[in-house]
């Protein structure tokens, strides 16, 4: 399973909004960040060739682009960090 980073979920006014909100729960919070993730469910003996590659790259690209979020290995930050994944119910 591929999981890719997409465009930004919120627009820079409701993610300031939704901190705001998430701040007068907990003030420990001090930063959000929203983004699509893509899930892409491939063979385990299967591999995407670079055409296949590109086609997926131009399906998911919309909206503003990528998130600016990145992913990082340190795992300093892991007990600093709370990762949601909200996903949209089947049907």
Known sequence: MLTLIGA???SPSKSKKLLAQLQN???VITDLH???CHFVDIADDQTLN???SNVLERLLTYGDGLSDFQQSDDDTLAYKTLELI????LG
């Open 34 to 36: 929203s983004h699509f």
């Open 8 to 10: 930004k979920a919120l």
């Open 25 to 27: 729960i907990s003030e």
């Open 86 to 89: 909200v996903l949209p119910r």
């Open 50 to 52: 670079q055409e296949q």
